[in-house]
């Protein structure tokens, strides 16, 4: 199942894409299909009921939408947690001159700066090194705590494409890596939110970034340092996760800094990350505008 989070006009639904539209599922009054945390919360459950809601009568009662009346914001609103990780694919690694990970490299974002996709993604005043990153996200379906490799993916709920957008120059100077990852909007990600049967093997996914067009990153999710199931397992020895916890998990190699030259983003570029069997995420750039008046 493809599902969404999308606005027509001043109202959000919680939906399906089915073929070439969307279907609202929070119109039923099922507290299991009100929104996508729900919907992970409930998982088998959710998803059984959706399949019965499609195959009967009610189907024709669930309001219908095409894809240019909506405006997709991310697959799960507000996570309580979105958890990136740090040099998870060894090119990467040895783009940026430095030895692969002997564990998983964790760092936050904070869930305020999601966009969906279509949403522009706004170059903040404060950085003139801002980069792209794709990247596949896991999505927390059952709840975990202390979870084995072995049992871990149980506990995925969904899957989804991701772009973390980085500003290298705030990256180097604070040390950490919060602010430089968390200006608003500097988490793509969508469209949609893809169920783990749709997906199969999540190491082995092509993913790809076309930067206006020109292929800047090429990898398969083979290629990962960590898989999902240990990243998961990893990051659940230290903190319990909840449905429609955000994992993000590590880009390839291509990223703008460490070309030569290096090429960072400028108003109307427009990204475009594609993950096999997961979707295309497209976003454009733009300046930030709004911001002017306020400093
Ligand atoms: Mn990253």
Avoid at 19 to 31: E, F
Avoid at 116 to 127: C, D, E, N, T, Y
Avoid at 171 to 177: L, M, P
Avoid at 286 to 292: L, P
Wanted: glycine content about 10%; overall charge negative; some cysteine.
């Amino acid at each position: 199942m493809r599902l969404a989070t999308f606005q027509v006009g001043e109202v959000e639904h919680f939906g399906i894409f089915m073929v070439d539209r969307y279907l609202a599922l929070d119109t039923v009054g099922d507290p299991d299909l009100c929104d996508a945390r729900s919907f992970l919360a409930a998982g088998e459950r959710g998803m059984r009921r959706v399949a019965l809601l499609l195959a009967g009568p009610e189907r024709d009662h669930l309001p219908v939408f095409s894809p240019d009346a909506v405006r997709l914001l991310p697959p799960v609103r507000h996570p309580g947690k979105v958890i990136c990780v740090g040099r998870n694919y060894s090119e990467h690694c040895t783009e940026q001159g430095r030895r692969p990970p002997g564990e998983p490299i964790l760092f936050a974002k904070f869930a305020a700066s999601l966009v969906g996709h279509g949403g522009a993604v706004v170059l903040p005043p404060q950085s003139r090194k801002v980069d792209f990153e794709a990247e596949l996200a896991a999505v927390i379906g059952r709840e975990c705590d202390r979870v084995p490799v072995v049992r871990a993916l149980e506990h995925v709920g969904g899957y989804a494409v991701f772009n973390d957008i980085s500003a290298r120059d705030l990256q180097a100077r604070d040390k950490q890596w919060v602010r430089a990852k968390s200006f608003r909007t500097f988490g793509p990600m969508g469209p949609h939110l893809v169920t783990p049967d749709e997906v199969g093997d999540p190491q082995a996914l092509h993913i790809t970034l076309r930067l206006n067009g020109k292929l800047m990153q090429d990898a398969s999710t083979r290629q990962m340092i960590f898989s999902v199931a240990e990243l998961v397992s990893f990051v659940s020895q230290v903190v319990r996760l909840d449905p429609g916890d955000v994992i993000a998990t590590g880009t390839p190699s291509g990223v703008g800094a460490f070309r030569d030259p290096p090429r960072f983003l400028a108003a109307g570029d427009r990204m475009q990350v594609a993950i096999e069997r997961v979707g295309v995420l497209e976003n454009e750039v733009v300046d930030d505008v709004g911001g002017e008046a306020e400093r």
